[in-house]
T-cell receptor, first 112, second 112 residues
Framework: DSGVTQTPKHLITATGQRVTLRCSPR?????VYWYQQSLDQGLQFLIH???????AKGNILERFSAQQFPDLHSELNLSSLELGDSALYFC???????????FGSGTRLTVV | GNSVTQMEGPVTLSEEAFLTINCTYT??????LFWYVQYPGEGLQLLLK?????DKGSNKGFEATYRKETTSFHLEKGSVQVSDSAVYFC???????????FGQGTRLTINP
């Protein structure tokens, strides 16, 4: 157990639907990062939050949004889902900077 | 922009063989370099890291040396085991940045 908890582990949904992925960071970590892992794109950085504030955005689609709550857990919202959104979505956390990333075990999203 | 290029896999070796997985990078300044390992069904785990030129990261028998002159961070292990079968990712973090930039990953299979 890495200390970073992601739920659910698996999600199957239909095109056009909306889902929410949840991440609880390791105790004491203020930063949360979201990554998408797909077969064709590899691991892509989506977004970074630090203590509730958005710090950096990567290749995140407009249909996707995220937030970090006061208790530091984070949610990634994916809407108007397309087949190409099927991927593994990872959350990682760190205390302050990027050295000590700890990854969760991911949420596998399948859009049918 | 910053990028990481890994040798293409999959790589298949026999137990006790010598392993090298090549990784080269493109980045401005002096990035930190990382190797992550992903076992089946799990998230990414930090294997080793190096933060400046000529640093050698090591862990669990794996080693990698930060070579600025060749912009490389090749992963090596003298004698691999079946339990080393996994996907290995090389990654960099630019100075002052938070996100990691990953290579495409190399799938390693070790046969008994």
């Amino acid at each position: 157990d890495s200390g970073v908890t992601q739920t659910p582990k698996h999600l199957i949904t239909a095109t056009g639907q909306r889902v929410t992925l949840r991440c609880s960071p390791r105790s004491g970590d203020l930063s949360v990062y979201w990554y998408q892992q797909s077969l064709d794109q590899g691991l892509q950085f989506l977004i970074h939050y630090y203590n509730g504030e958005e710090r950096a955005k990567g290749n995140i689609l407009e249909r996707f949004s995220a937030q970090q709550f006061p208790d530091l857990h984070s949610e990634l919202n994916l809407s108007s889902l397309e087949l190409g959104d099927s991927a593994l979505y990872f959350c990682a956390s760190s205390v302050v900077d990027g050295y000590g990333y700890t990854f969760g075990s991911g949420t596998r999203l399948t859009v049918v | 922009g910053n990028s990481v290029t890994q040798m293409e896999g999959p790589v298949t070796l026999s137990e006790e063989a010598f392993l090298t997985i090549n990784c080269t990078y493109t980045a401005t300044g002096y990035p930190s370099l990382f190797w992550y390992v992903q076992y089946p069904g799990e998230g990414l785990q930090l294997l080793l890291k190096a933060t400046k030129a000529d640093d050698k990261g090591s862990n669990k028998g794996f080693e990698a040396t930060y070579r600025k002159e060749t912009t490389s961070f090749h992963l090596e292990k003298g004698s691999v085991q079946v339990s080393d079968s996994a996907v290995y990712f090389c990654a960099l973090r630019s100075a002052g940045a938070q996100k990691l930039v990953f290579g495409q990953g190399t799938r390693l299979t070790i046969n008994p």
